[in-house]
């Protein structure tokens, strides 16, 4: 449960009034076309050069060092993907999810719709235990509650899940392939049809240049490497956000500005960092303002972290190796009754 014992007696929802005004007299909502042109521009030639070096260099065992290349390419264009369908660089929402569908399904094998659907549910309720997608005990446990009512294989994998985390993450990119696909069942999708050939259509052509290109191991070996590696891009962009922050549960409402600012966590860096992690190292702004340019979150966090100094509400920021120990301690504490319960286990006499 999220407690703050500086709350100002307003109005619920007034202090995020009061902080919006100041953004939207910044400008800082204001689209970056130019920007966007430039980053859009620079994904494209990284992704298609990417797969013009693949077939370049062939039957080769340095194909494996291409795959590292695509999985960043794979990731970035994510990433892209996230900040058009919070309509960041399109005005239009025909005109974003058009682009979400061509840069998702098509370019990586991500269900658009089935992805907005969840990423919405989560920014309405983040680290909320029942309504927040992300923290669903679908693999792992994220809070000692789940831990203790936990069975099959979050039950199994929660003793350790701490140890386990990052060679999970090697899954994470076959798990969105696989969440899209089943998600095309569902009737309530819109543009299903154009989801499901762009989407379908993605693996036939991935899977045909793989094969075609490489040998059968070396065919299989590079999907390995790069879907594993693109796993592990993605999840370390979004481990830092919200894992290990403070979780609600059942009723606990704060006012949208704690809620948001509260339950999550900001990464400090340089532009490399910025580039990385696509802007969503400033997830607190992100979350607070999640139709403002990603360029433009750098500048309003000097806004955003005097007004939360102002409230005395807590706004936390750390270094990227930080934001992982601290996702990391918090998933070891969440397993902990696991652990006690195997202990008591065994020293039960036979």
């Known amino acids: 449960m999220i407690t703050d014992t500086h709350l100002p007696a307003r109005t619920a929802g007034s202090d995020f009034a009061r902080l919006s005004k100041k953004i939207g007299a910044s400008g800082l909502m204001e689209r970056r076309p130019g920007y ?26 340095w194909t494996l060092a291409v795959a590292v290349i695509l999985a960043v390419a794979f990731g970035q ?9 919070h309509r960041q660089v399109f005005r239009l929402r025909k005109t974003s999810e ?39 005990p679908d693999l792992l446990v994220w809070t000692q509650d789940q831990a ?20 999970l993450l090697t899954l ?3 798990n969105l392939h696989v969440a899209g696909v089943r998600a095309l069942a569902d009737r309530s999708l819109k543009c299903r ?38 796993g592990v891009y993605l999840g370390s962009i979004f481990a830092p956000n919200h894992k290990g922050m ?12 704690r809620r948001q600012v509260l339950t999550s966590r900001n990464v400090h860096g340089g532009w490399f960092t910025d580039i990385a992690l696509g802007g969503l190292n400033y997830q607190i702004e992100h979350h607070l303002f999640p139709s403002m340019p990603s360029p433009n979150l750098r500048r309003a966090q000097v806004i955003v ?10 706004y936390l920021e750390t270094s990227l190796i930080a934001s992982y120990r601290q996702a990391l301690r918090s998933l070891h504490e969440a397993g902990a009754p696991l652990r006690r319960t195997d202990a008591a286990e065994q020293a039960q006499p036979s």
């Open 172 to 174: 994470e990119g076959l």
């Open 193 to 230: 049809s154009v989801e499901a050939a762009l989407l379908l259509g993605h693996f036939a052509v991935y899977l045909t240049a793989v094969f075609l290109v490489l040998p059968p191991g070396m065919g299989f070996a590079f999907i390995a490497v790069h879907q594993g590696l693109f």
């Open 246 to 257: 403070p979780t609600l549960t059942g009723k606990d409402r704060p006012d949208f500005l």
């Open 305 to 314: 972290r005097r007004y939360c100094e102002e409230l005395g509400v807590a």
């Open 98 to 136: 058009a682009s979400g569908r061509v840069a998702g399904n098509a370019a990586i094998g991500m269900g658009f719709g089935w992805w907005q659907d969840k990423h919405t549910r989560h920014h309405a309720n983040p680290n909320h235990e029942e309504l927040d997608p992300d923290v669903v």
């Open 36 to 61: 966007y042109a430039l980053r859009i521009g620079t994904i494209i030639t990284l992704y298609t050069g990417g797969w013009a070096t693949f077939v370049l260099v062939g039957a080769s065992w």
């Open 148 to 167: 203790r009512v936990a069975k099959g294989l979050p039950r199994f994998l929660g003793r350790s899940q701490a140890y386990l985390f990052f060679p």
């Open 77 to 85: 264009v994510a990433l892209v993907t996230h900040d058009v369908a």
